[in-house]
């Protein structure tokens, strides 16, 4: 499980990290149109503006970024939690699923204690289905069961 969460926060990265480069990518292609200052092509713009504003925009991406993660940490952790609380759900369960189980087969052997007896005695099973008036396969099987 821990694997699968640790997958999955790897995608989302890659994602994440995928969309910032393509967002970049389509500013700056439409930037190539009006440049960083809103003015156009004939007007020429300060390299060092351009740069200031596209490190502005990389920067503000990146604070958004980082406050997507820890709201997918958040989720995780309690993901995590559910998870778990579930999983101790299911252990209890299990646990009283077993019991029950028990109670099942001691109530297997009480019933057919007949042909338990008789066959601890060495009767053999033809002779078993005969006395009890049982068929031979319920004989086989009880004997099968019980072992």
Known sequence: MENNITLLNTILMIVLILLITLMIFKERKSGSRINCHGKQNNEEAHPNDIFAINNKIVTDKIAELEQEILKLKKENNRT???????????DEHNTNNNFGQVLNHNLFKEKNSN?????????????????????????????????
């Open 80 to 90: 995590i939690s559910q998870y778990e609380k579930n999983n101790s759900l299911t």
């Open 115 to 147: 042909i338990i007896n008789l066959y601890k005695q060495g009767a053999p099973k033809k002779e078993i289905a005969k006395i009890l008036n049982k068929s031979i396969r319920e004989v086989e099987m009880v004997i099968n069961l019980a072992k």
